[in-house]
T-cell receptor, first 112, second 113 residues
Framework: AQTVTQSQPEMSVQEAETVTLSCTYDTSESDYYLFWYKQPPSRQMILVIRQEAYKQQNATENRFSVNFQKAAKSFSLKISDSQLGDAAMYFC?????????FGKGTKLSVKP | ETGVTQSPTHLIKTRGQQVTLRCSSQSGHNTVSWYQQALGQGPQFIFQYYREEENGRGNFPPRFSGLQFPNYSSELNVNALELDDSALYLCASALDASTDTQYFGPGTRLTVL
């Protein structure tokens, strides 16, 4: 089975500091997309960042960046200058022929 | 640009009943996918519709069915509800079937008693 694994069920970070969330995945495809989604208590799944596997350059969106290691099938999310509003569940997902395969999520807490 | 909306927000049904959940996609998005998210888990893919036809299905039984309409709305129907069907149901729309970037609605929380 093609899976996405998030090995950290919970993480905590101090406000204004940096935190990295881990994700590994399994695939036999050479071209695919990877995503990080944020799900706050309001339940809405919000797209944080997207990476295309054929691009070597790591994606960046403001305070959010990824470390994409294709050979290792690793896709970690770095959040810089953490804010209280970053507290949420974070899901890593891999695109597969139009649908998404999700990990089990990492619950991020931000301490003031 | 309008977002993805879902109705109702919450729903309570009893075992054996049937339920219809509704979704309105972003304008111009030809693809809609439905996911089931059990408590404490990541979303699981149910199926996808592209231009009103089913375009892929996950590991869900036939009592889960769907429809997509020309006006960017869609439905998820579940027959013969079971207790394990209690979950958050998410729909997500995309520009087309080849675009993996999906935008999610707020979900419908279904409780089966």
């Amino acid at each position: 089975a093609q899976t996405v694994t998030q090995s950290q069920p919970e993480m905590s970070v101090q406000e204004a500091e940096t935190v990295t969330l881990s994700c590994t995945y399994d695939t036999s495809e050479s071209d695919y997309y990877l995503f990080w989604y944020k799900q706050p208590p309001s339940r809405q799944m919000i797209l944080v960042i997207r990476q295309e596997a054929y691009k070597q350059q790591n994606a960046t969106e403001n305070r959010f960046s990824v470390n994409f290691q294709k050979a290792a099938k690793s896709f970690s999310l770095k959040i810089s200058d953490s804010q209280l509003g970053d507290a949420a569940m974070y899901f890593c997902a891999r695109g597969s022929q139009g649908n998404l395969i999700f990990g089990k999520g990492t619950k991020l807490s931000v301490k003031p | 640009e309008t977002g993805v909306t879902q109705s109702p927000t919450h729903l309570i049904k009893t075992r054996g009943q049937q339920v219809t959940l509704r979704c309105s996609s972003q304008s111009g998005h030809n693809t809609v996918s439905w996911y089931q998210q059990a408590l404490g888990q990541g979303p699981q893919f149910i199926f996808q519709y592209y231009r009103e036809e089913e375009n892929g299905r996950g590991n869900f039984p036939p009592r889960f069915s769907g429809l997509q309409f020309p006006n960017y709305s869609s439905e998820l129907n579940v027959n013969a509800l079971e207790l394990d069907d209690s979950a958050l149901y998410l729909c997500a729309s995309a520009l087309d079937a080849s675009t993996d970037t999906q935008y999610f609605g707020p979900g419908t929380r279904l409780t089966v008693l």
